[in-house]
């Protein structure tokens, strides 16, 4: 049995002590990884890859503020979301469609979507970090990091531009389907949410096999 993740490895604030680490065997391209969306009813996934300058003085400066998405407003995400884009090497966002979950399950879809977002940069990096996955197809050097997104700058950057992409989307799609209150719950299976797909059935932008499995669900309690 794997030990048991110690809280008291978390810091204030995510911090760049992976990268500076992975930096002394003299690799300074690496990329933070994070997706947003996993538990979603709808809409895609969306993940992000970032890669900061980390010999930079005053980077930590410079992304003050940055953390997990989770832990920020949505007014602090966007604001942080800009910081980043500016201040970033490189960086990518990539999608997996609420289709090609249903066809290829939320575990492969996961990977892919990662795959997509290191695909997505046009600097090739030379080691990832990532928010306690790994991604056996990829042919990277590759740390897994629990609660990464609050330990590693490069993650929690990540998981802004995720977050914060995911979240305009699923505003757009709430303009082509009022009647689901994407605008609210990006797509996430509140209560109300849950009513509105009893009553007016599932849009193109479910997930499928997430709604039905949970839908079934309901009927048995």
Known sequence: ???KFD???IPPFPTLAYEKNIAL?????IAGLDEAGRGALAGPLCAAAVILPIEREGLMEALLGVRDSKQMSAIERELGAEKIRKTALDWSVAWVEAQEIDALGMA???????ERAIA???TRPGHLLLDYF???AVKLPQTSLVKGDQRSLSI???SVLAKTSRD??????AKEEDRYGFEQNKGYGTEEHISAIEMYGLSPHHRRSFCEHLLQGRLFD
Request: charged share 10%; hydrophobic share 50%; net charge positive.
């Open 1 to 3: 049995m794997p030990p």
């Open 7 to 9: 809280p008291s490895l």
């Open 168 to 173: 305009a989307l699923m505003l757009s799609l």
């Open 108 to 114: 492969k879809a996961g990977r892919l979507v990662f």
């Open 156 to 158: 929690a950057c990540a």
């Open 134 to 136: 790994k991604l056996p």
């Open 25 to 29: 065997n003299g690799c300074t391209l």
């Open 120 to 122: 997505g940069l046009k």
